[in-house]
């Protein structure tokens, strides 16, 4: 059950009860594609870093370990000991990222394998398949994401596919969780808006899907070629024509400036590698702008990465061990870096509560905004 708790403007703060736990919204999903956030990072320190949502991806799984191999092992949750809400991505987006690997036919897509080159199809049904296996909490229904600046008719002709492709999504759902063997049949069903950067089939999309009363809907294929302002302005256009009684998932966004103006238009779902990514390259983010731990200026410096942070890197470490320890190529110095990053989104979700519930979110977006444009010391 999705409820609201506040408003302020399309701002949303809500809460969505699922079989593993209640989770908070705004919420920023920590990204863990293969069951493991890179950068060594153990689930018990998802927990130490207020770390809400997991989200793992079906392709990849379904290619190593294997998605009957979880099953055998109790599913994606007991397999890497994580007892809170697990969102599974559906294979749709590899549709768009090994986009020299497939063949997309109506029955579905057809891959090679990005590991040993074997052939695999996944359609709807697999996808639900799959991800049934992995008995996760949220499903997420199987997609093409075209590139932002596809030809409109190409772009007209994958979303009319899309919305097939959902349909089927939900009836093999069903059924799937219908079974006695089922091992989570509670499992959701988000379905994911598409249509590039054209306002008008994105809005159409969005109706049709909207009719067939699924758990959560998600907007895709942004953040994949548009700009900035064209991403915000189909939010403007589409979210108001999603259901205001079910979440809206931002999917593969963002910056903290991206959330922002996301939440702000009233997405309640969030997820994207760059906290990650950003992390094990020294990259981090602070109150007060973003610092290269590379940087020679920090070699002395014995300050954390932030004063005042809460999180196990700043909690014990300097910024001159951790640059030394990204230096010398050592382990500790990637997995410090994303724990950081990792807290400092899970603890910006956490203020934009906070605010919503207050009723100052404006006031804490432009102040956050304004703070992360700084240029640290």
């Known amino acids: 059950m999705y409820r609201v708790l506040k408003t302020e403007g399309r701002a949303r703060r809500a809460e969505l009860e699922t079989v593993h736990g209640t989770i908070q919204t705004p919420v920023f999903m920590n990204v863990g594609t293969v069951g493991a956030i890179k950068g060594a990072v153990a689930t018990s320190d998802l927990e130490q870093i207020k770390t809400q949502v997991e989200l793992s991806n079906t392709y990849h799984l379904h290619v190593r370990p294997g998605d009957h191999i979880i099953r055998q092992l109790g599913g994606l949750h007991k397999f890497m000991s994580w007892n809170k809400p697990i969102l599974t991505d559906s294979g749709g987006f590899q549709v768009f990222s090994l986009a020299g690997l497939r063949k997309i036919r109506e029955e579905g897509v057809y891959f090679n394998s990005h590991i040993d080159g074997r052939h695999i199809f996944m359609g709807p049904e697999e996808s639900m398949q799959i991800q049934s296996n992995l008995a996760s909490t949220i499903a997420m229904a199987f997609d093409e994401c075209a590139p932002s600046k596809a030809d409109r008719k190409y772009v007209q002709a994958s979303v009319d596919r899309t919305f097939r492709w959902l349909q089927r999504c939900k009836t093999e759902m069903a059924r799937l969780n219908g079974l006695e063997d ?5 499992q959701m069903l988000f379905g994911i808006n598409q249509g590039a950067v054209y306002p008008d089939i994105r809005i159409d999309h969005a109706k049709r899907i909207s009719e067939l009363e699924l758990d959560g809907y998600a907007v895709g294929g942004l953040a994949v070629g548009e700009t900035h302002e064209e991403m915000y302005h189909i939010l403007d256009e589409v979210v108001p024509f999603l259901p205001q009684d079910r979440p809206v998932y931002l999917m593969g966004v963002g910056t903290p400036a991206n959330i922002l103006e996301g939440v702000e238009r009233g997405v309640d779902f969030f997820d994207c ?16 702008g973003r610092i290269n731990l590379f940087n020679a200026q920090y070699e002395l410096d014995e300050r954390p990465i932030e004063e005042g942070c809460g999180c196990p890197a700043c909690r014990r470490y300097s910024r001159a061990y951790i640059r030394h320890l990204l230096k010398a190529k050592e382990m500790l110095g990637m997995r410090l870096c994303v724990l950081h990053n990792l807290y400092f989104y899970n603890t910006m979700m956490e203020e934009i509560r906070d605010a919503l519930d207050n009723g100052s979110f404006a006031a804490y977006k432009r102040r956050k905004l304004e703070g992360m444009a700084q240029q640290p010391s």
Not at 182 to 186: F, G, H, I, Q, V
Not at 273 to 288: D, I, K
């Open 182 to 186: 089922t091992l989570n049949p509670r």
């Open 273 to 288: 590698v760059y906290p990650t990514r950003n992390g094990r390259h020294g990259h981090l983010y602070t109150n007060h």
